[in-house]
């Protein structure tokens, strides 16, 4: 008896998930199939029911971490419940304790910015290109001039402060990451101040 449709994308679900928490923490070339389809419970048969390859799941488990991910939810908040910006940045900078269920692309994936595979770069292109949109909706909800260009140069300290971070020792590593926190709120902050005076980031 075949598999119901429900049962099919049920199953999808699990191995992206799997995958979207194993390529997110460890990057492209240090995951292999047979860790994603352990991870996700499943027998390796299962995985070609789905996907055609590694760089075909890599394409969709990103995509789906990055619909399912903490910025992802908020943006789409409503105007009446206003983002706050101290909040997206310091998640995004907890990257030694992540949320399993909700794994934040590019956290760890610099690496895959360079890859010889022209699959895996131009997904990590767009899922850098989407975090930038995001963050760039927010800031223009919120009345900051050339928010694309705050949004883009924020996303990039994000991204470089955890790839250097991951090279720091403790307890050296946290004063970094702390440091690093600061700067980034202190340009958002001169950026909002560059709109009608509305408070602070909180």
Request: hydrophobic residues 35%; glycine residues 4%.
């Amino acid at each position: 008896m075949p598999y119901s449709p429900k049962h099919k994308e049920q199953t999808r679900q699990r191995i992206l998930q799997a995958a979207a928490k194993l390529f997110c923490s460890k990057g492209f070339d240090r995951v292999t199939l047979n860790q994603i389809m352990k991870q996700a419970n499943m027998t390796h048969g299962a995985f070609y029911a789905h996907f055609s390859g590694k760089s075909s799941l890599y394409e969709a488990a990103l995509k789906f971490a990055t619909a399912k991910g903490f910025w992802a939810r908020a943006a789409k908040q409503t105007e009446d419940k206003e983002t706050h910006l101290k909040a997206l940045i310091t998640r995004y900078l907890s990257w030694s304790d992540p949320n399993p269920d909700s794994p934040s692309p590019l956290e760890f994936l610099v690496t895959d910015a360079a890859h010889q595979d022209e699959t895996v770069r131009q997904t990590y292109q767009e899922c850098f290109d989407s975090l930038v949109d995001r963050l760039a909706n927010i800031l223009e909800k919120r009345g900051v001039k050339h928010a694309k260009c705050l949004a883009e140069e924020t996303v990039v300290s994000l991204v470089g402060t955890v790839s250097i971070a991951r090279s720091v020792t403790q307890p050296l590593r946290q004063d970094f990451i702390k440091r690093a926190q600061g700067r980034i709120l202190t340009r958002l902050n001169q950026g909002l101040a560059c709109r009608t005076m509305v408070g602070d980031v909180t």
